[in-house]
Each structure stands twice: as C-alpha cells, then as structure tokens.
C-alpha cells in the first residue's frame, strides 16, 4: 500500500479482555516499530523488527504485551489482560533501513480506550 | 541513556511571526535526527532528517539545522496550517533501531 496501515483505528475494550492491534507496513520495508503515545506525551518505544524477528522488544511494558511478525510484512499487537492505564494510542511505523531508509514511517494509530 | 527535550511545549505565533523551535538532545553517536509534524488525531508525518551538524534542510516555510547538541526548526512566516504539534526524534549507534522521541511542541499560529 502506499502507506502504513492500522486497524482498527478504535478500539474499546472492558478491563481484562484481550485485544489485537493490526499493522499493515509499507509494501517493501523490512523493519517494523510498534510505539505508544498517551495524550500530551511523544510517542514511547514498544518494540523493533527486523524481519520476521524482534530485534528489540525492551519497551514492551510487562508479559501482558506481545507482538508478532509471522511473515515479515503484517504485524500484530496482542495485549492479554487489559488494564485501564493501557489506554493510548498505539501507533505502528516501518523503514527500509537495509537501504539507508533511516526514517520511520508512521500510520494513524489505533486509540485503544480500556473501559 | 539517549534523550530529547523540546522546547517551548506550546507556542503562540499571529500569522506571519516567524519563530523557532528546540530540540537539544543527548546521545551515544547520532545516526539521524527526525522532525515529524502531528495532527490531532493522526499519526506523525515525515518532515525532515539530519545526520551531522552543520546541515540544514528546508522545505517551504520550515527549515531544519543541527549542532552537536540541538536542532532548530525555524518557521518562516507561519500560516494557519502550519498549526500542529512538531516532534523531534533521535536515533542513536546502539546497534538497535529505536527512535527516541521528545515530547513534542503545540504551536498555535492564528489568524
């Protein structure tokens, strides 16, 4: 696609249940970013793939957080458990850094709201 | 540990009222500084990258410059459609591709 894509772009869940957040990156990038912003904040590092792999997951906040990368293109963001202060915005980004791409791409994000 | 600050956290400009903006940053080998634009609501667009000081980079009423320890985005005879929030981010020789980002300054340019 001509960008990076995120669904759903709401979501809201009840404290405790489980949800899945979908990234969809630029066609071609190798590396894929999950971040997270709350309001009035810049957004704050999840986790980095590189392939198929996560090459840093040290931002992921506790066991609950989960993400996936199965073929090395689409993405998914699981989080077990939800608790209120998981409410953000989760925003999704991808580069080609294999090919001196050092920017990041960002989608829309996806407003996750815990109820 | 890699760090940004921005500064002023909001801005105020009447049309035309040229102005800049701060990012001072630390970090462990620069690989890029990135200035992104972000609209209520959306995801943060690409505006600008710079490698080393002593670059700018200018793209029709902003222009971006980096020192050793900051960058400056200079906003030439703002509009009311430059009115947005402009983050800065950096990205460090760690070996990992994590970018850090400040928290980001609301400008407010009215008509």
């Known amino acids: 696609g001509a960008g990076v894509s995120q669904t759903p772009s709401n979501k809201v869940t009840e404290k405790g249940k489980y949800v899945e957040l979908r990234c969809d990156p630029i066609s071609g990038h190798t590396a894929l970013y999950w971040y997270r912003q709350s309001l009035g904040q810049g957004p704050e590092f999840l986790i980095y793939?590189?392939?198929?792999?996560?090459?840093?997951d040290s931002g992921l906040p506790n066991d609950r957080f989960f993400a996936v990368r199965p073929e090395g293109s689409v993405s998914t963001l699981k989080i077990q458990r939800t608790e209120r202060g998981d409410s953000a915005v989760y925003l999704c980004?991808?580069?080609?850094?294999?090919?001196?791409?050092?920017?990041?791409?960002f989608g829309q994000g996806t407003r996750l709201t815990v109820v | 540990e890699d760090q940004v600050t921005q500064s002023p956290e909001a801005l105020r400009l009447q049309e035309g009222e040229s102005s800049s903006l701060n990012c001072s940053y630390t970090v462990s080998g620069l690989r890029g500084l990135f200035w992104y634009r972000q609209d209520p609501g959306k995801g943060p667009e690409f505006l600008f990258t710079l490698y080393s000081a002593g670059e700018e980079k200018e793209k029709e009423r902003l222009k971006a410059t980096l020192t050793k320890k900051e960058s400056f985005l200079h906003i030439t005879a703002p509009k009311p459609e430059d009115s947005a929030t402009y983050l800065c981010?950096?990205?460090?020789?760690?070996?990992?591709?994590?970018?850090?980002f400040g928290t980001g300054t609301r400008l407010k340019v009215l008509a």
């Open positions: 980004a991808s580069s080609s850094p294999g090919q001196g791409g050092t920017e990041a791409f």
């Open positions: 981010a950096v990205l460090g020789s760690s070996g990992t591709y994590k970018y850090i």
């Open positions: 793939f590189q392939g198929t792999g996560a090459a840093d």
